[in-house]
Nanobody, 127 residues
Framework: QVQVVESGGRLVQTGDSLRLSCTAS????????MGWYRQAPGKEREFVAA????????YYGASVGGRVIITRDNAKATVYLQMNRLQPEDTAVYYC????????????????????WGQGTQVTVSS
C-alpha cells in the first residue's frame, strides 16, 4: 500500500498548459504502475493516462488526444501529467492512482484495478 498525494491543480485560461504532480510513499515506487483519472461535475470518472513502473510504457485515454503526457521520476517517487492546450471541458478533479505490478512494463486502465488513490486536485479552465 502507498499513500498518494496529488498537487498542481489551479485555475487556468483556455489554451494554457499545466503540469500535475503525484507523489507516492510507503513502498518502492518503481514497483507501482500509476494512472491519472478525472471527474467533472455530474460525470463519471474518466481515464486520462497510465504509466508502467519503469516508465517505458504509457497509455492515454481517447478524450485527451495528444494533449497530455504522462511521465515519472522513480528517484523522486513522483508521476507527472503534463497537459497542453487546455479547454473548458478539461475542468475536473484529477485523481492519481497506484497499483503494485510485478512486471515493470504493466499498466492499468480499469480504475477498479488500482488499490490506492489520492484525494484529487482541482483543475479549472476558464473560457
Amino acid at each position: 500500500q502507498v499513500q498518494v498525494v496529488e498537487s498542481g491543480g489551479r485555475l487556468v485560461q483556455t489554451g494554457d498548459s499545466l503540469r500535475l504532480s503525484c507523489t507516492a510513499s510507503g513502498q518502492p515506487f518503481s514497483t507501482y504502475a500509476m494512472g491519472w483519472y478525472r471527474q467533472a461535475p455530474g460525470k463519471e470518472r474518466e481515464f486520462v493516462a497510465a504509466i508502467s513502473g519503469s516508465g517505458a510504457v504509457t497509455y492515454y485515454g481517447a478524450s485527451v488526444g495528444g494533449r497530455v503526457i504522462i511521465t515519472r521520476d522513480n528517484a523522486k517517487a513522483t508521476v507527472y501529467l503534463q497537459m497542453n492546450r487546455l479547454q473548458p471541458e478539461d475542468t475536473a478533479v484529477y485523481y492519481c492512482a497506484a497499483r503494485f505490478a510485478s512486471d515493470d512494463r504493466h499498466f492499468f486502465v480499469d480504475p477498479q484495478l488500482y488499490t490506492d488513490w489520492g484525494q484529487g486536485t482541482q483543475v479549472t479552465v476558464s473560457s
